[in-house]
């Protein structure tokens, strides 16, 4: 049958922003794991991983300038 899998309320908000509109937990749990499997670690293009670089140096800018 079903387990049951204690989430803390931060997990839970973070699992219902990735939940489509008529997915189950069950779906959305599945569909994290399936997506996760099929994550190749250095499979970026040169310009796909500039663009991340620039992403993650903005996010930093903006999180200094907000202390």
Do not use: C, H, P
């Amino acid at each position: 049958m079903g387990s049951t899998i204690r989430v803390s309320d931060n997990t839970k908000e973070l699992l219902n922003r990735l939940k489509q509109e008529n997915e189950t937990y069950d779906e959305l749990l599945a569909r994290l794991a399936r997506e996760s499997d099929t994550m190749n670690a250095g499979v970026w293009d040169d310009e796909q991983a500039e663009a991340a670089r620039e992403v993650l140096k903005q996010s930093r800018q903006s999180f200094e300038q907000d202390r």
